[in-house]
């Protein structure tokens, strides 16, 4: 399906015509307790990205994870326009007080990079890591390589290397879990609860959102000397994941210079992922979660 340019001859492809394989790229990207936060519009020559905030997070008040998730959705979607041989032209936020993340049309045609067929191959086998990692080192260039990716999408990838930064990132956790340990009859710890309840799937389930019994361990995830998880078990016995194992080999953290940037965090983090995709690599994976940042008004989320 192509439509020809009478102006310059060049061929772009139909997006409605394709927007099925587009959504389900997309729909592929990590989001917050695999809530799937984010719709999609399609119309003549663009989709269109909104956030759908019926799935937003109470714990996530301001919406920011429920971003990144969107975020994340918005690389998939421009990753397929590529394979459909030409780059996405995409505007982020194209009113600055209106609903729309984002519109994405086809440009100018441009064969797919050896580095794009990569991640597109490696889209089917992308997911969150929450299990033992392995104890080889990760492959030489890789977090070089990693590191200018995040430049690219206006990131910026710290690498924890020494022990006071292992530290305080472990403190800054810790202070976030054991909120919710210390108070856990308060609201937020009682929503944070509901809502890990809400979005884990047993064994048998056959939903396609939330978070499944394979791909969490039983127990709470906060073994000593290393970063706490979150507890997606609950004392249920439901997780199937073996824990332990050695420490990851790289700990990483995503960043940007503001939160309006949490867009580019997440176009980043989606990349990443895909680019690390490999039994070897999952101890910087597991980590690009890590860290929280406290959740401010200015990222309120767009209403519908
Ligand atoms: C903004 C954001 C926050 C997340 N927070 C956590 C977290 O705190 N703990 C965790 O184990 N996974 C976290 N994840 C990973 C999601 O749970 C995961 O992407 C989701 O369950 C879908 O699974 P998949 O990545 O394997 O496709 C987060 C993902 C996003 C996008």
Same mark, same amino acid.
């Given at each position: 399906m192509a439509e020809t340019n009478s102006d310059?001859?060049?061929?772009?492809p139909d997006l409605a015509a394709h927007a099925g394989y587009l959504i389900e790229m997309a729909g592929r990207a990590p989001s917050v307790h695999n809530t799937q936060p984010w719709r999609f519009k399609v119309s003549e020559d663009a989709i269109e990205l909104y956030a759908d905030v019926s799935r937003q997070l109470l714990e996530d008040?301001?919406? /920011?994870?429920?971003?990144?998730?969107?975020? &994340?959705? #918005?690389?998939?979607?421009?990753?397929?326009i590529r394979s459909l041989g030409c780059l996405p032209e995409v505007e982020l936020f194209p009113e600055p007080a209106?609903?729309?993340?984002?519109?994405v049309r086809a440009g100018r045609p441009a064969p797919m990079t050896s580095q794009e067929r990569r991640l597109l191959r490696?889209?089917?086998?992308?997911?969150?890591?929450?299990?033992?990692?392995?104890? /080889?080192?990760l492959p030489a260039g890789l977090v &070089?390589? #990693?590191?200018?990716?995040?430049t690219a999408e206006g990131a910026t990838l710290r690498v924890i290397e020494t022990e006071a930064e292992y530290r305080r990132l472990t403190a800054i956790l810790a202070a976030w879990s054991r909120g919710q340990d210390l108070y856990p009859a308060?609201?937020?710890?009682?929503?944070?609860?509901a809502e890990t309840q809400r979005w884990t799937r047993e064994a048998d389930s056959e939903a396609r959102d939330g978070v499944p019994a394979h791909a969490f361990p039983a127990g709470g995830g906060r073994e000593t000397g290393r970063l706490p998880q979150r507890?997606?078990?609950?004392?249920?016995?439901w997780g199937l994941l073996p824990s332990g194992g050695?420490?990851?080999?790289?700990?990483?953290v995503l960043v940007t210079a503001g939160e309006h940037l949490d867009c580019c965090i997440s176009q980043a983090s989606a990349k990443y992922i895909k680019q690390a995709v490999g039994p070897c690599h999952q101890g910087l994976m597991a980590r690009l979660w890590g860290a929280g940042r406290p959740l401010s008004p200015r990222a309120a989320p767009p209403s519908l």
């Open positions: 310059d001859k060049e061929t772009t008040r301001a919406g /920011r994870e429920m971003l990144i998730g969107c975020g &994340a959705a #918005l690389y998939g979607l421009r990753l397929g209106g609903p729309r993340l984002a519109r490696a889209v089917p086998h992308r997911h969150t890591h929450r299990g033992p990692f392995e104890p /080889r080192p &070089a390589r #990693l590191r200018r990716d995040a308060s609201r937020a710890g009682v929503h944070s609860r507890d997606f078990d609950l004392g249920r016995g050695p420490p990851a080999p790289v700990t990483a």
